[in-house]
């Protein structure tokens, strides 16, 4: 079993930036994949980033590409998200996922969630 937490969401202006991290407890993180997805108000959960099991491999939904950074620290058993340039479009609860071993995008396909940090950001 993986338990895992967010922290770092909260509300910040347009153009800013803000660094997600997700810490797990319960198993070791360095045999799966981790991945970021996000869910706005009314709306469906959206994949936003995903990382392999060594960080040897990154990718990026359409919204993040350019702008957000997938990063792992398997020694911590952690996962960040740097989010820079941030803009409303952006505001939504963002939520860590693992799944072993296979990489994916796809929500479904992930077995562990964290409760989700709330990220608002302010024209």
């Known amino acids: 079993q993986v338990q895992l937490v967010e922290s770092g969401g909260g509300l910040v202006q347009a153009g800013d930036s803000l660094k997600l991290s997700c810490a797990a407890s319960g198993r070791t993180l360095s045999q799966f994949v981790l991945g970021w997805f996000r869910q706005a108000s009314g709306k469906e959960r959206d994949f936003v980033a995903a990382i392999s099991w060594n960080g040897g491999r990154t990718k990026y939904g359409d919204s993040a590409k350019g702008r957000f950074t997938i990063s792992r620290d398997n020694a911590k058993n952690t996962v960040f998200l740097q989010m820079n340039s941030l803009k409303p479009e952006d505001t939504a609860v963002y939520y860590c996922?693992?799944?072993?071993?296979?990489?994916?995008?796809?929500?479904?396909?992930?077995?562990?969630w964290g409760q989700g940090t709330q990220v608002t950001v302010s024209s």
């Open positions: 996922a693992a799944r072993r071993l296979a990489f994916g995008t796809t929500a479904s396909l992930y077995d562990y």
